[in-house]
């Protein structure tokens, strides 16, 4: 069966998500304070009756585009955004 498109937006950004706190060693709820101002937000992305907004996800998904550790592969299944130059950056 086939995945919605939302579902394919929360495996990406789960996907993301996992391995850069696996390099960065930090945990998701670190990161979704960062990231998302949010600390639960990766830990309910496994809820499905919990959603988020495409605004959100453009958000987040550039988030990693523009702070991806050197030298970690980006997820290859993850379609991954051109940074924009007007959005700022903020390392975990």
């Known amino acids: 069966m086939e995945q919605s498109f939302e579902e394919s937006c929360k495996q990406n950004l789960l996907k993301c998500a996992e391995a850069y706190a696996g390099r960065k060693e930090v945990k998701l709820t670190t990161l979704g304070r960062i990231i998302a101002n949010d600390s639960p937000f990766f830990a309910r992305l496994h809820d499905?009756?919990?959603?988020?907004?495409?605004?959100?996800?453009?958000?987040?998904?550039?988030?990693?585009?523009?702070?991806?550790?050197?030298?970690?592969?980006?997820?290859?299944?993850?379609?991954?955004?051109?940074?924009?130059?007007?959005e700022p950056e903020r390392a975990a």
């Not at 996800?57 to 290859?76: A, C, R, T």
């Open 48 to 86: 499905d009756r919990k959603n988020f907004t495409v605004r959100k996800y453009d958000e987040v998904i550039n988030w990693f585009s523009s702070n991806w550790p050197d030298g970690l592969d980006w997820p290859s299944a993850v379609p991954r955004p051109t940074p924009s130059a007007s």
